[in-house]
């Protein structure tokens, strides 16, 4: 028995990375420079969106866009309580409030209906989270904040690529994208903002930039959100085969629906009809009432397979943010009751036909 392990995550480079890496380090031009623009190109391209400024990590182009859009002290955003921290953090940090919106039953996004049930007076933003590579339903959403004068900030770390209603994630309201090491393209670490608006876009590459335009000309506050021409190398030759990554995640996640769809007590992830998803995430939900999670992840770990709960408390719920001025404990039962059932598999593009049938069989004999 010495089947390797099969991990949630997994970072592999092919030569080409190796190669551009070298280059880079050996041009003696380190920081941002011309790999970090062939970056934003590549991204603008495959997106279809008109400007991509590309920064140090995706918590950065989260504060990048709610600043720039006048979000701050005074302010309520709504967002999801069922996402990283980093989306909680990015509104505190420009000083609004959050408020939380509940989850759809199926998708683990942000439900339109939820959201229009607390917007109120001071309400100036949404950031809808494309959770696990599915993006939230932009169409209603776009129309809520159309219809109440609400910016859009698309938190879509888990989701380059992905599309709705044949528009991809991070074109409908200011895009946020994290290119952390274990996201669907890695920089190690690297944020992208994309935005259709060429003042806002002026303004994010400022305020990367300590609020410079050009040599010692402060215009504005800004900050050092900077990305490397180093870390850029590592993600361009990936950008350049996304379609190729995000088809594998695709592939790996029918097959395991496939074979897991008899399974009692396991809902597969659904995709929405005009969703295109990525499968940043694998995410299952197990009945409580029939299976008991954590000994479900321990039998799969025992066999090799490693597994991981995204998300096991709502932000909300944790004692920090419960305290922190500016958290508003909204009523999210949906949202609460998904923290006990998810459970992510691996579903990454370095799996094989194989390693995907061992999860399912792995998985299907955990839950008998
Ligand atoms: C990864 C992630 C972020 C933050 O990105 P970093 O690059 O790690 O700063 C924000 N939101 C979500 C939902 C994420 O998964």
Redesign the pocket.
Known sequence: MSEKRLAVASVAFDERVEALVLQVLRSGRIAQGVIVEAVESAVANVLGVSHVVAMN???ST?IAALHLLGVGRGDEVITSPF??G??LNAILAVGATARFADIDGDDFNMSPTSVESIIGERTVALVP?H?FGQTADMTSLCAIAERHGLAVVE?A??ALGARHAGRSAGSFGVGSF???AT?NVTSG?G?LLTTDDATLAAAARRFRNQGMDGGYMYESFGLNLRLTDVHAAIALPQLERLDQINADRVGNAARLSGALRGSEGLVPPPTLPANDHVFHQYTVRLDPLRHDRSTVKQQLALAGIDTAVYYPRLLFDYPYFAAAPGVVHDHCPVAAATTHQVLSLPVHQHLTASDVDRIADVVERALR
């Open positions: 990590n995706g918590t989260l996402t990283f980093a989306t989270v959770l938190d770390a888990q994290s290119m952390y996201k670490e944020g």
